[in-house]
T-cell receptor, first 114, second 116 residues
């Protein structure tokens, strides 16, 4: 069974600082994909970044980077130079090679303080 | 390039009624997935459609059914509504990838359903 765990219900960060959102996962599949989504209060899930289980390098997309530690089964999201518009819920998700569905964590609420 | 669209944005129903939610996928996408997101929770997978057929289903009762049309748009139907069906219903579209786990799903704005 696939499982995503996000242990930080809420996080605060000062504007322009970096913040790390934690995500651990559990799977027995040898091949899988890890995703991060941002969900503002409007409700739409916005795709941020993807990391494949066989990727040698950590994924980066602009101010977003994924700290992937396969042996520890963790895929933490790092947001650099936080902006007020980064305030939102952040969800970690996993898709296995054999399945078609995404498994989501319970999310982390990020608040950026001016 | 239009993204994923959903209608309606909000809906209020009473227990026992039936509801139909609609989704149009992102241009070029052929696969549609539906998720239910209860308040304070992450999205839960309901089912996925490809080539007008249900490919996979999550742990949801038969009251939840769907359909995909030849133009790839999709409907989610929920019968005999319960109070617990109140949630944000998200539609996600993607391009079917036969192997690997790289398929990224793009989500619509969701439909907020309130059952009274």
């Amino acid at each position: 069974a696939q499982k995503i765990t996000q242990t930080q219900p809420g996080m605060f960060v000062q504007e322009k600082e970096a913040v790390t959102l934690d995500c651990t996962y559990d799977t027995s599949d040898p091949s899988y994909g890890l995703f991060w989504y941002k969900q503002p209060s409007s409700g739409e899930m916005i795709f941020l970044i993807y990391q494949g289980s066989y990727d040698q390098q950590n994924a980066t997309e602009g101010r977003y980077s994924l700290n992937f530690q396969k042996a520890r089964k963790s895929a933490n999201l790092v947001i650099s130079a936080s902006q007020l518009g980064d305030s939102a819920m952040y969800f970690c998700a996993m898709r296995s090679h054999t399945g078609n569905q995404f498994y989501f964590g319970t999310g982390t609420s990020l608040t950026v303080i001016p | 390039d239009a993204g994923v669209t959903q209608s309606p944005t909000h809906l209020i129903k009473t227990r026992g009624q039936q509801v139909t939610l609609r989704c149009s996928p992102k241009s070029g996408h052929d696969t549609v997935s539906w998720y239910q997101q209860a308040l304070g929770q992450g999205p839960q997978f309901i089912f996925q459609y490809y080539e007008e057929e249900e490919r996979q289903r999550g742990n949801f009762p038969d009251r939840f059914s769907g359909h995909q049309f030849p133009n790839y748009s999709s409907e989610l139907n929920v019968n005999a509504l319960l109070l617990g069906d109140s949630a944000l219903y998200l539609c996600a579209s993607s391009v079917l990838v036969q192997t690997g786990a790289q398929e990224t799903q793009y989500f619509g704005p969701g439909t907020r359903l309130l059952v009274l």
